[in-house]
């Protein structure tokens, strides 16, 4: 080879080499710089939206793949706007040749952004106001080509956020309000301790005439701590959630998702803003909340889950007059009505559970502010089961049971069926409720039968069917030392018409030998119907009640009906008299007889008092005198009676006598109280100085 050539080929390598080393050094300049070109380009677009922005520190790593911007921050004109500590985004190279996107992990840290609702209806994000929605324009459509590029693909595999808040607000007047309202959420603010997203959200392009949502595909695990949505105020809290976990993730196209489980802890929502300082601060909080083996299958319209576990639930029910204190109230604006649009059936979306469970320590407080004094109660260690849950099966009939304590001594026991998803509510229930203190309801005592509640313990057994619609109830109340107060009223006179003699009355008719009244009210009615009002039927189902367990209970014993068989309360209770024979004070077997039964009746009600009266009849005086001492000849014994001073009073105390034997027959041999039998003073029927045409008798009544 010449030396010509030599030259020649040492000359083309040193051309290639100052070229390989210049595309090195034009790299690397580009390397250096485009951290600084970013940092730069990102703070004039900031600028050109009116934002003053500040960005400390944009560092990118060729060989990881790693970008990175530290303290950045913004802020416009009316202080709104968004602060970053730390931006991490790292992507692998390699899968880019292959027309894939790899993003193996974000990381955000210290994030603030704000987020304004304008009153031109446009919002303002990071400071940054971005225009309204114009109509989108039709896209033209491109046909299809034969060289088209291979298709994308994206996947993401694990999102750590640190520390993040996001404040949203309206740019309207805030008013102060004693309930929470829709306006109330909107002007809030939510921050996030951590969350953490561990597996692969993935992207390819969907084959041609499928939805782009069809190449997407979802699998991992994600969890979240200590999120807290408040008022932006901070007076506030409207959810507070300690941890959120969910694991076994899988959603394939959006249209299939499955979960193992889902596991809600320490959660907290709606804070009562209540002054007072009794006022309890939300409306429901639970410990743990645990979802397992879930399935939602959007294509099928179907969802499912195997068990929905509620630990240590606390529910703080809190009434006044706006009605339940915690609960979003919507705006008193009126929604513009919208023309209708035809109804398109459409597939029912069916759902089934298989156990619903609320267990542990879990309680409800109820405060009802609606009637003074202000009424309190609790429920504690409530344990409650709803199984075999199937919207698909609206004839399927659920079983349900709850067990809870009801105050410090009460206690609900609940078991039988429901058909949550039949047309007309449907259930059967048999319900236990023992040991409540009637006490604590006094403030409803004066409200509703318009007398104060004393003292008392009630005990309830309840047979609650609902069928199709159709109440048919059957309750059995046992009241114990239960003692009430009439009050000065239209409520204790309205209840006094219903019965016909006082409550207390009519009560203490139904006490039995240990104070207890036993009362078993059945009520029935369309629940369906636009007249049924449960308060309005027992009220008159109760007084009803009342009447036919005094008439049935004492019935047995004698009781004497109106003409008709009808029996009039009002009109006073009588029993079958004692007859005695004409003139005399001998108690004969017959009599005994009914004494005994009367006897009975004192001893199973001790606080039943029986009045004993009686008249001298024409028969006793005609027994007991000759016409001539009544100055009366042969054929006038019809004739009015001239009786002297000594006849009458021999006539009254005969009428004594009897009465007396009546009471001691009854208290020597039967221990009868003597303070439950009261005796007539004198003669209930003042024309009987005339000879009263009636049988020789002593009345008996309440």
Same mark, same amino acid.
């Given at each position: 080879?010449?030396?010509?050539?030599?030259?020649?080929?040492?000359?083309?390598?040193?051309?290639?080499?100052?070229?390989?080393?210049?595309?090195?050094?034009?790299?690397?300049?580009?390397?250096?710089?485009?951290?600084?070109?970013?940092?730069?380009?990102?703070?004039?677009?900031?600028?050109?939206?009116?934002?003053?922005?500040?960005?400390?520190?944009?560092?990118?790593?060729?060989?990881?793949?790693?970008?990175?911007?530290?303290?950045?921050?913004?802020?416009?004109?009316?202080?709104?706007?968004?602060?970053?500590?730390?931006?991490?985004?790292?992507?692998?190279?390699?899968?880019?040749?292959?027309?894939?996107?790899?993003?193996?992990?974000?990381?955000?840290?210290?994030?603030?952004?704000?987020?304004?609702?304008?009153?031109?209806?446009?919002?303002?994000?990071?400071?940054?106001?971005?225009?309204?929605?114009?109509?989108?324009?039709?896209?033209?459509?491109?046909?299809?080509?034969?060289?088209?590029?291979?298709?994308?693909?994206?996947?993401?595999?694990?999102?750590?956020?640190?520390?993040?808040?996001?404040?949203?607000?309206? /740019?309207? %007047? +805030?008013? *102060? $309000? #004693?309930?929470?309202? &829709?306006?109330?959420?909107?002007? !809030?603010?939510?921050?996030?301790?951590?969350?953490?997203?561990?597996?692969?959200?993935?992207?390819?392009?969907?084959?041609?005439?499928?939805?782009?949502?069809?190449?997407?595909?979802?699998?991992?695990?994600?969890?979240?701590?200590?999120?807290?949505?408040?008022?932006?105020?901070?007076?506030?809290?409207?959810?507070?959630?300690?941890?959120?976990?969910?694991?076994?993730?899988?959603?394939?196209?959006?249209?299939?998702?499955?979960?193992?489980?889902?596991?809600?802890?320490?959660?907290?929502?709606?804070?009562?803003?209540?002054?007072?300082?009794?006022?309890?601060?939300?409306?429901?909080?639970?410990?743990?909340?645990?979802?397992?083996?879930?399935?939602? /299958?959007? %294509? +099928?319209? *179907? $969802? #499912?889950?195997?068990? &929905?576990?509620?630990?240590?639930? !606390?529910?703080?029910?809190?009434?006044?007059?706006?009605?339940?204190?915690?609960?979003?109230?919507?705006?008193?604006?009126?929604?513009?009505?919208?023309?209708?649009?035809?109804?398109?059936?459409?597939?029912?979306?069916?759902?089934?559970?298989?156990?619903?469970?609320?267990?542990?320590?879990?309680?409800?407080?109820?405060?009802?502010?609606?009637?003074?004094?202000?009424?309190?109660?609790?429920?504690?260690?409530?344990?409650?089961?709803?199984?075999?849950?199937?919207?698909?099966?609206?004839?399927?009939?659920?079983?349900?049971?709850?067990?809870?304590?009801?105050?410090?001594?009460?206690?609900?026991?609940?078991?039988?069926?429901?058909?949550?998803?039949?047309?007309?509510?449907?259930?059967?229930?048999?319900?236990?409720?023992?040991?409540?203190?009637?006490?604590?309801?006094?403030?409803?005592?004066?409200?509703?039968?318009?007398?104060?509640?004393?003292?008392?313990?009630?005990?309830?057994?309840?047979?609650?069917?609902?069928?199709?619609?159709?109440?048919?109830?059957?309750?059995?109340?046992?009241?114990?030392?239960?003692?009430?107060?009439?009050?000065?009223?239209?409520?204790?006179?309205?209840?006094?018409?219903?019965?016909?003699?006082?409550?207390?009355?009519?009560?203490?008719?139904?006490?039995?030998?240990?104070?207890?009244?036993?009362?078993?009210?059945?009520?029935?009615?369309?629940?369906?119907?636009?007249?049924?009002?449960?308060?309005?039927?027992?009220?008159?189902?109760?007084?009803?009640?009342?009447?036919?367990?005094?008439?049935?209970?004492?019935?047995?014993?004698?009781?004497?009906?109106?003409?008709?068989?009808?029996?009039?309360?009002?009109?006073?209770?009588?029993?079958?008299?004692?007859?005695?024979?004409?003139?005399?004070?001998?108690?004969?077997?017959?009599?005994?007889?009914?004494?005994?039964?009367?006897?009975?009746?004192?001893?199973?009600?001790?606080?039943?008092?029986?009045?004993?009266?009686?008249?001298?009849?024409?028969?006793?005086?005609?027994?007991?005198?000759?016409?001539?001492?009544?100055?009366?000849?042969?054929?006038?014994?019809?004739?009015?009676?001239?009786?002297?001073?000594?006849?009458?009073?021999?006539?009254?105390?005969?009428?004594?006598?009897?009465?007396?034997?009546?009471?001691?027959?009854?208290?020597?041999?039967?221990?009868?109280?003597?303070?439950?039998?009261?005796?007539?003073?004198?003669?209930?029927?003042?024309?009987?100085?005339?000879?009263?045409?009636?049988?020789?008798?002593?009345?008996?009544?309440?």
């Amino acid at each position: 080879m010449t030396s010509v050539s030599l030259d020649r080929i040492s000359a083309w390598r040193r051309r290639l080499i100052i070229g390989l080393v210049s595309i090195l050094c034009l790299f690397a300049v580009m390397v250096v710089f485009l951290p600084v070109v970013i940092q730069v380009g990102a703070q004039s677009w900031l600028s050109d939206q009116g934002i003053e922005p500040s960005i400390d520190f944009v560092g990118f790593d060729l060989y990881s793949g790693t970008l990175t911007i530290e303290n950045a921050k913004g802020v416009n004109a009316n202080g709104k706007g968004f602060s970053l500590r730390k931006l991490l985004v790292e992507i692998n190279w390699k899968p880019l040749f292959e027309n894939k996107l790899d993003v193996q992990r974000i990381e955000v840290v210290d994030f603030y952004v704000d987020a304004v609702s304008g009153k031109e209806k446009l919002l303002t994000i990071a400071g940054i106001k971005l225009p309204a929605k114009n109509k989108a324009e039709p896209k033209e459509v491109k046909p299809e080509q034969d060289n088209e590029p291979s298709p994308w693909a994206a996947q993401l595999q694990q999102v750590t956020l640190e520390n993040i808040k996001i404040c949203h607000s309206q /740019d309207v %007047e +805030q008013k *102060q $309000a #004693s309930v929470l309202t &829709v306006e109330d959420m909107m002007a !809030s603010c939510l921050s996030l301790a951590g969350m953490k997203w561990i597996g692969n959200i993935g992207w390819h392009a969907p084959d041609k005439g499928q939805p782009v949502d069809a190449g997407i595909n979802i699998v991992g695990d994600f969890s979240l701590k200590k999120l807290l949505l408040a008022r932006s105020d901070a007076e506030q809290v409207f959810t507070e959630l300690g941890e959120l976990s969910i694991t076994g993730l899988d959603i394939k196209a959006l249209k299939q998702i499955t979960v193992e489980t889902i596991a809600l802890d320490d959660v907290k929502l709606l804070q009562h803003r209540i002054v007072e300082k009794e006022a309890v601060p939300y409306l429901a909080s639970w410990k743990n909340l645990t979802l397992t083996s879930a399935l939602v /299958d959007l %294509e +099928q319209s *179907q $969802a #499912s889950l195997a068990d &929905v576990t509620l630990n240590e639930l !606390s529910v703080f029910v809190d009434r006044d007059k706006k009605g339940l204190a915690g609960l979003p109230l919507l705006s008193e604006e009126k929604p513009t009505l919208k023309s209708k649009k035809p109804t398109v059936k459409s597939t029912p979306f069916n759902f089934k559970i298989e156990n619903i469970t609320v267990k542990g320590k879990s309680y409800a407080s109820i405060i009802d502010r609606t009637v003074d004094p202000v009424f309190k109660e609790s429920l504690s260690d409530i344990n409650v089961k709803l199984s075999q849950i199937y919207s698909a099966k609206p004839n399927y009939k659920s079983p349900l049971s709850a067990l809870l304590k009801i105050g410090e001594y009460g206690q609900l026991d609940l078991k039988g069926t429901a058909q949550p998803f039949a047309k007309r509510v449907s259930i059967d229930l048999q319900q236990d409720i023992k040991n409540i203190d009637l006490a604590n309801f006094n403030v409803y005592g004066k409200t509703f039968i318009g007398h104060r509640i004393k003292s008392g313990h009630l005990n309830l057994k309840q047979k609650l069917v609902i069928r199709k619609g159709i109440l048919d109830t059957e309750s059995k109340f046992v009241f114990q030392k239960f003692q009430i107060e009439s009050l000065e009223g239209k409520e204790a006179e309205k209840y006094k018409s219903d019965l016909g003699i006082p409550l207390s009355l009519a009560l203490s008719l139904l006490r039995d030998k240990d104070d207890s009244i036993h009362l078993t009210i059945p009520v029935t009615g369309d629940v369906n119907s636009p007249d049924f009002s449960i308060n309005d039927i027992l009220a008159t189902v109760t007084s009803k009640a009342i009447k036919e367990a005094i008439i049935n209970y004492y019935t047995p014993f004698g009781l004497v009906a109106l003409v008709g068989g009808v029996f009039d309360l009002a009109a006073g209770l009588s029993f079958d008299p004692v007859v005695f024979p004409a003139g005399k004070t001998v108690l004969d077997e017959q009599a005994m007889g009914k004494l005994t039964k009367m006897s009975t009746l004192l001893s199973e009600r001790p606080q039943v008092h029986l009045t004993l009266c009686g008249n001298p009849v024409r028969s006793d005086i005609l027994a007991k005198y000759k016409l001539a001492e009544l100055g009366l000849k042969k054929g006038e014994e019809q004739k009015p009676f001239k009786l002297n001073e000594k006849q009458k009073n021999e006539l009254l105390a005969l009428v004594k006598t009897r009465t007396d034997s009546i009471k001691k027959h009854m208290v020597n041999q039967f221990k009868v109280n003597p303070g439950q039998l009261i005796v007539c003073s004198e003669p209930d029927n003042k024309d009987w100085l005339l000879g009263i045409e009636a049988k020789p008798e002593i009345a008996i009544s309440l």
